[in-house]
C-alpha cells in the first residue's frame, strides 16, 4: 500500500497556506509543521498584516508546534517550507532541534545556506519537493507587484 502523507502531500499543505498568504498581499510562503503523519501547526508570511519583519511563515509555525507539543523543542517533527529558509528563520530552526525540513524554492539570495548559516546537527535537509509550482506562485507576485508600482 502507498503512503499517501508522502513529501509532496505535506508541501501541497504548505503550498495552501502560501496561496493564503498570496491573496493577502503577502509574500507568498507557507509552513506546515508536522508529526506523525499529523499536521500540528500550520502558518504563512503576515509581515505585512502585522507590521513586524518577524513574521514569517515559520517563526509563527515555530511556536505554534512547541505550544502544541508543551515543550520548547520540535523533536519527531518535520517541517515542509515552500521556500529556503531565510538567516532568522534558520536560526530559529537551530534552536528548535527540528528533525526534518524539506523545502520546495531555493532562495539564491537570502536563503540560510547562500548566507553561510547551519542548522542544527540533528536537523536533516530535503529540498526540490515542489519546487516549480513555489517558484510560480513567488514569481507571480513579484511581477503583479512591480505592475502595480
Ligand atoms: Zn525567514
Not at 56 to 65: F, G, K, L, S, V
Not at 106 to 122: A, C, F, M
Request: hydrophobic letters at 40%; charged letters at 25%; glycine letters at 6%.
Amino acid at each position: 500500500m502507498i503512503n499517501p502523507y508522502d513529501d509532496t502531500y505535506f508541501m501541497r499543505k504548505a503550498l495552501e497556506e502560501a496561496e493564503a498568504a498570496y491573496e493577502k498581499g503577502e509574500i507568498p510562503v507557507g509552513v506546515v509543521v508536522v508529526i506523525n503523519d499529523r499536521i500540528i501547526a500550520k502558518g504563512h508570511n503576515l509581515t505585512e498584516t502585522l507590521n513586524d519583519v518577524t513574521a514569517h511563515a515559520e517563526m509563527q509555525a515555530i511556536t505554534a508546534a512547541a505550544s502544541f507539543l508543551g515543550g520548547k523543542y520540535l523533536k519527531d517533527c518535520t517541517m515542509y517550507i515552500t521556500l529556503e529558509p531565510c538567516q532568522m528563520c534558520a536560526g530559529a530552526l537551530y534552536w528548535s532541534q527540528i528533525s526534518k525540513i524539506v523545502f520546495a524554492a531555493e532562495d539564491s539570495t537570502r536563503g540560510y545556506r547562500k548566507n553561510g548559516v547551519q542548522l542544527h546537527p540533528k536537523t536533516k535537509v530535503t529540498t526540490g519537493i515542489l519546487e516549480e509550482e513555489a517558484s510560480t506562485l513567488l514569481k507571480r507576485f513579484f511581477i503583479e507587484k512591480r505592475n502595480l508600482n
